[in-house]
């Protein structure tokens, strides 16, 4: 891939021939000013960091669930989309087999010696071990590596649901790809190549829908029937023009000690089915659970019942949820989206912290979102649960009255609006 100095770059932003690439990217003109002082920033900061180039800018967007919650993991069906908040990076190689990142707001230096690729203890849930991770999987996968120095700007809120960390996985794996590979590595093994690094080296027990809705560009309906060869099928639609505004509110929960909580949903699951004579929760039905309800409950608990419950119910739904929407049915696809909320809550259990009974903002939020809207739009939790984020699709008309009512509780700018992306992860310059 052909590289560029930055101040040329640069050059490209300011007077507007990036214009029709950022649009796509960010949702429309009213976007680009911001993107332009963005991305300006960026490289300035670059070239006094790490000199004129030449390199490159790439972007990974970050992605919103829309069905299937807490399916994948059980090789189920997901419905995600990428969107326009995204983590971007200028970057130029080095000599050397060392990587430097400067990310805005953080003040350390991410320093990795691409030498040693093993898991490192020390680096657990750092950022250096998915860097050392995502140059492990390009190495075992027979694929070049080396070094790099890069500034980073994200957009993507941590701990939102939004897949930030996914989203940082994949522009490592992007800045491999296009410095030292020539592009060659599919969209789908870099996606597993970063889930892979977040697993291994971060020790976070993710699925693998976060990696493959950032790597692909606007909704995908995901298949994980065989989870290392996953089908993927784009669905084209247009959720404003419908009318609606997707958005995600950040109801400040602490998400600090909360992977047992998620790891539970998964190894629950998967308990249950084991009991049935299945290695996953895909492929059982409902009519099979019913029938062995009395002993699976005991052997198992009623928790991990009402869970495999949930796969099974939120694993057709996403189905139906796909084809409403290519069929733009939106208000069949709408109230879908109220049975997976519902679902989530009653069944999965995943909207409030076991260890924390009076933090509840999760139901909060979905409570007053209900109240809200009066029964026009939806809403759910969204991702991963517990703490974090809800997701709500709100009628433009009452689009304002729903971020005043909901930033007065939760805060300034916990209310996010998501435009879906229409490119997946690419290189962004040089642009012709």
């Known amino acids: 891939m052909k590289q560029d100095s930055f101040a040329h770059m640069r050059e490209i932003v300011q007077d507007g021939r990036a214009d029709s690439v950022l649009a796509d990217m960010y949702g429309g003109p009213d976007a680009l000013n911001a993107q332009r002082v963005r991305y300006a920033k960026l490289l300035v900061r670059m070239e006094q960091e790490f000199g004129a180039g030449p390199g490159m800018l790439l972007s990974v967007p970050g992605r919103t669930e829309l069905g299937g919650n807490h399916t994948d993991h059980n090789h189920g069906r997901v419905l995600a989309a990428a969107v326009h908040l995204d983590c971007v990076a200028a970057v130029t190689p080095s000599s050397d087999m060392k990587v430097r990142i400067k990310s805005d707001g953080f003040a350390e230096t991410i320093f990795v010696d691409l030498a040693d690729l093993s898991p490192q203890g020390a680096e657990v849930g750092k950022p250096s071990a998915l860097v050392r991770g995502v140059a492990s999987g390009f190495v075992e996968n027979g694929l070049a590596v080396g070094g790099f120095s890069a500034c980073v700007n994200s957009s993507i809120p941590m701990g939102a649901g939004l897949s930030s960390s996914a989203a940082f996985e994949l522009l490592i794996c992007s800045i491999f790809n296009h410095l030292y590979n020539s592009g060659t590595v599919s969209t789908l093994k870099a996606a597993s190549i970063a889930r892979r690094a977040e697993n291994v080296h971060f020790q976070k027990p993710c699925g693998f829908m976060d990696q493959i809705a950032c790597a692909f560009k606007g909704v995908s309906e995901i298949d994980f029937k065989d989870p290392e060869s996953p089908l993927i099928r784009p669905i084209e639609c247009d959720l404003e023009a419908e009318g609606y505004r997707l ?159 909901m930033e007065r509780v939760f805060g300034r700018n916990s209310v996010v609006a998501l435009h879906v992306r229409k490119v997946g992860t690419d290189v962004v310059f040089p642009v012709a």
């Open 247 to 405: 958005v995600v509110v950040d109801t400040g929960g602490d998400h600090a000690d909360m992977t047992p909580e998620y790891a539970a949903i998964a190894s629950e699951m998967k308990l249950a089915a084991n009991l049935l004579g299945q290695d996953a929760a895909r492929g059982l039905g409902s009519a099979k659970v019913m029938d062995s309800i009395g002993w699976l409950r005991e052997k198992a608990g009623d928790r991990a019942v009402l869970r495999l419950m949930h796969f099974i119910g939120e694993n057709d739904r996403v189905d139906l949820q796909a084809e409403a929407l290519r069929s733009g049915r939106m208000q069949d696809y709408l109230s879908l989206v109220n049975e997976s909320g519902e679902s989530s809550c009653r069944l999965l259990q995943n909207c409030a912290c076991t260890n924390n009974p009076q933090e509840q903002p999760i139901p909060l939020a979905l409570a007053m979102t209900e109240r809200i809207l009066k029964g026009r739009g939806a809403w759910r939790v969204h991702g991963g649960g517990f703490a974090g984020t809800i997701q709500a699709y709100v009628p433009r008309e009452s689009f304002d009255e729903y971020v005043e009512s």
